[in-house]
Nanobody
């Protein structure tokens, strides 16, 4: 069973930084693309950043230059370093992985971690 456990959220002032972590109980972790999503109240869940098995990264336009996604394959963990945080970054942040087995697609999500940016 795949489990994703996020941590690192909290309350931070505008301009501050946080680092989110997502620990994955997932064999062959290094072979999967991993993503960070967020969902603000009343809004749809959106992709924030993703990192492929090859280490390529992709970011939402709203976070480019401020957020950095990385992974540590020795710890089965993916990180999201968030700098220059804005009130609009306030949301629940989720870790995601998609597994495909015999043409069946399964999406796995963590429980989410709350990030609140406010003075």
């Amino acid at each position: 069973q795949v489990q994703l456990v996020e941590s690192g959220g909290g309350l931070v002032q505008p301009g501050g930084s946080l680092r989110l972590s997502c620990a994955a109980s997932l064999s062959s972790f290094s072979t999967y693309d991993m993503g960070w999503y967020r969902q603000a109240p009343g809004k749809q869940r959106e992709l924030v950043a993703e990192i492929t098995s090859a280490g390529s990264t992709n970011y939402a336009d709203s976070v480019k230059g401020r957020f950095t996604v990385s992974r540590d394959t020795t710890k089965n963990t993916v990180y999201l370093q968030m700098n220059s945080l804005k009130p609009d970054d306030t949301a629940v942040y989720y870790c995601h992985v998609q597994l495909v087995f015999r043409h069946i697609v399964n999406d796995y999500w963590g429980q989410g971690t709350q990030v609140t940016v406010s003075s």
